[in-house]
């Protein structure tokens, strides 16, 4: 299944759109600390905007996705908005994958 088949089934069952988790999680934050929260959310997209094998698959994709950010921005500014993008993702997983 191709990237845009997967996000328009995804759409079609009313679960969160590629548009709507990158719109939550770019402005979950409020834009605080001059964080480039696009590029930050869609790190965490990239990770977990692909068919997954399940809950667990995608939520690791959520960690390692704060991991990586986490060890570039040690200084703390962008973290209110790494931390708003992990939560958003784990959301999206939920939605996608539920239990």
Known sequence: MSEIEYWK???GNGRISRRE???????ADGRRGNCGS???CDEY???V???QKGLQEC????????RQLGARN????CQATIKAGHDWCQRYCRTLYPE
């Open 9 to 11: 089934e995804q759409a």
């Open 21 to 27: 988790f990158m719109g939550f999680c770019a402005g």
């Open 38 to 40: 696009l590029g930050l």
């Open 45 to 47: 997209l990239k990770a």
């Open 49 to 51: 905007g692909r068919p």
């Open 59 to 66: 939520l690791q994709g959520c960690a390692g996705v704060e």
């Open 74 to 77: 040690r200084a703390g500014r």
